[in-house]
C-alpha cells in the first residue's frame, strides 16, 4: 500500500497520542509522563530504545534489513509556560501550562512516522534514528545539546548522514502546505541581560542621586538606533526589549533599574556584532549618566542553516507524496529559533514548516504559535508522519544508489586495470582484436594459461 494511505490508517491512533500529550502538557528537559507516552506508542515495533540520563528524551533506532547509513528525524516534545485561552474538549488540565507550538502535534508524528518505517524495514538498506527531544522551548536552556553529549549522533553506530524535522504553524501557512529554503531558515537567538547601578534618593531632589530610570530609557531606544544604522537591511537583526524592572514607587528613585532583550541575527557576522556593540553601545549610556552598566548578552540557539541538497530532496518527497503544489519554497528565513540548529550544525539536513491552521480560520490572522489561542489542526498529522517517513526512507535509497555506483564504476576502474595488464598495451590489444583473436592473449601468455 503506498505510504501516504498507509499512514491515513494510522490517523485514529496519532490523534488520540496527540491529543492526550496536548491535555497533559510538561514542560523542561523533565517530561516523565510524555516520555511513558511515547515509550508506550512505540512498544511492540523493531526498535533499539534508549533513554537519556540528564532528561526524559527518547532515542530510538530503527535497523533496516540490509546495512547502510543513518538517516535522524526529530521531534520536540515540551510545551510552554502559557495558560491556554482555547475551547478545545482535550484542552491543558495542567495550569500555566500549554502545547502553544504544536510540539504535541510533532511527537505524534514522529511516533507515525516510526510505525511506516518499521512496516517497511525490509526495503531499507540503513538505519533511522529517531530523537525525541524534550526542552526545545529552552526553559531548562535547551535538550538537542543535552542529547548531542550523550551521544545521540552515535545511537545507530555510526554518525547520520542527514536529518529532518519539521514543525507546525498555526498561522501563516495554509494548512497541509509545507515550507522550506536552503541556506538559514531560521535565526539565532540570544538574550541580552542589562542592569544600572546607580544610587537610590528622593524623587523631588534627583540632583542628589544617581538615577538609572533616564539612562535605561535612553539605553532601550538607542539600541533600536543602533540597528537600523549599524546593521546591513540585507542582514537584518531584530531586539525587542520585552521586559523592564526598576523602581517601587512614583516619588522614590531607585537604586538600580534593569531591562531584559531577545536578540535575533541571520549571520555569524551580525551576531558577533551584536554581542560586542551591545555591551559598548550601553556601557558609554552609562558611564555618560555617571552610573556603572552590567551587561549580560547570552548567546542561545544558533541560526538554523539547511543544507540545499537535503531541501531539494525533501521538497521532492513532498511532490512524491502529495503531488505538486504542496510544496513553497520560503523566500526569506524566519526570526524565530529553533535547536534544530544544534544538529544541524553538525548533520546536513533540512527543517521545514507545515501549515496547520484550521479551515475555518485565516491563515495571515490566526493566532500565532506561542498565543494562548492558538489551535492545530489534527488533519495534518497523517501528512506529516508520512513526509517524515518518506524523507529518510529516500535519502537512505540515495545513499544505496550512490553506493552502487560508486561501487560499479570501481569494479569498471579495477577491471580495466587488470585488462590493460594482461592484456599489455592498449594498441597490443587493438592489433590482436583485428586479427581475430578476440583480445585472448597468445605466446607465452596462452601457454601459461593453457599450462
Known sequence: MPLRDDARLLTDDLVGLRREL???PELGRALPR????????????????AVGTELSSVTAVLRGARPGPT???????????????TDLPFASRNAGVMHACGHDLHTAMLVGAARLLADRRDAL???????????????DGGGAEQMLAEGLLDASGERPLAAYALHVAANRLPRGLFASRPGTATAA????????RGRGGHGSAP??????????????????????RRFDVFDPVVLTVGAIRGGTKANVIPGDASFSATVRTFSPAARTLMRQGTATLVENIAAAHGLAAQVDYRLGYPATVNDAAEVSLAADAVTELFGPGRYFSAPHPTPGGEDMAFVLNQVPGAYLMLGACPPDRDPDTAPYNHSPQAVFDDAVLPDGA??????????????????????????????????EAEAGTGTEAEAEAEAGTGGRPRGPRAAKAGA
Open 125 to 139: 538498506a540503513g538505519s533511522v534514528v529517531f530523537m525525541f527531544q524534550p526542552d526545545e522551548e529552552g526553559t
Open 189 to 196: 537567538s540570544d538574550g541580552l541581560e542589562v542592569t544600572f
Open 34 to 49: 510524555t516520555q511513558r507516552r511515547v515509550l508506550a506508542a512505540l512498544d511492540g515495533l523493531p526498535l533499539e530504545v
Open 386 to 419: 508520512a513526509f517524515l517517513a518518506q524523507a529518510a526512507a529516500a535519502r537512505l535509497a540515495v545513499a544505496g544508489t550512490g553506493a552502487k555506483a560508486e561501487a560499479k564504476n570501481g569494479a569498471k576502474a579495477r577491471a580495466g586495470a587488470g585488462t
Open 71 to 85: 538517516v535522524l528525524l526529530r521531534a520536540d516534545m515540551d510545551a510552554l509556560p502559557v495558560t491556554e485561552d
Open 207 to 228: 540632583h542628589k542621586a544617581l538615577d538609572p530610570i533616564p539612562a535605561l530609557c535612553e539605553a532601550v531606544t538607542a539600541l533600536q538606533t543602533f540597528v537600523t
Open 22 to 24: 496536548h491535555a497533559d
